[in-house]
């Protein structure tokens, strides 16, 4: 069992930056991948990054490269989205997600994770 707890979100002028949060507890936070997507309203859940459990590769939709960085904190047993140069078509709800394996796999497929976040809310105001 793995509890993902989100935080960080809340309303931003475009441009402007955010760190999301995503706090674990349960099984090791060292032996899984986490990934964070989201969701706009009337639109499909979306992969947004992605880091390997031991931090070694991080991967991203094309959308938010060189905005957004994703890092994790195995002594915190925390991952962040730093988001920086925030735009309008940014606002949804950001989840974060653990895959349950340490083995290769898509990262940025909804179906490989196992536990999910409730999600944080991001609006970015234009």
């Known amino acids: 069992q793995v509890q993902l707890v989100e935080s960080g979100g809340g309303l931003v002028q475009a441009g402007g930056s955010l760190r999301l949060s995503c706090a674990a507890s349960?099984?090791?936070?060292?032996?899984?991948?986490v990934g964070w997507f989201r969701q706009a309203p009337g639109k499909e859940r979306e992969f947004v990054a992605a880091?390997?459990?031991?931090?070694?590769?991080?991967f991203y939709t094309d959308s938010v490269k060189g905005r957004f960085t994703i890092s994790r904190d195995n002594t915190k047993n925390t991952v962040y989205l730093q988001m920086n140069s925030l735009k309008p078509e940014d606002t949804a709800n950001y989840y974060c997600?653990?895959?349950?394996?340490?083995?290769?796999?898509?990262?940025?497929?909804?179906?490989?994770?196992?536990?999910w976040g409730q999600g944080t809310q991001v609006t970015v105001s234009s």
């Open positions: 349960g099984r090791t936070f060292s032996s899984y991948h």
């Open positions: 997600a653990a895959a349950l394996t340490t083995r290769a796999i898509d990262l940025r497929r909804a179906r490989e994770y196992n536990y």
């Open positions: 880091i390997l459990w031991n931090g070694d590769r991080t």
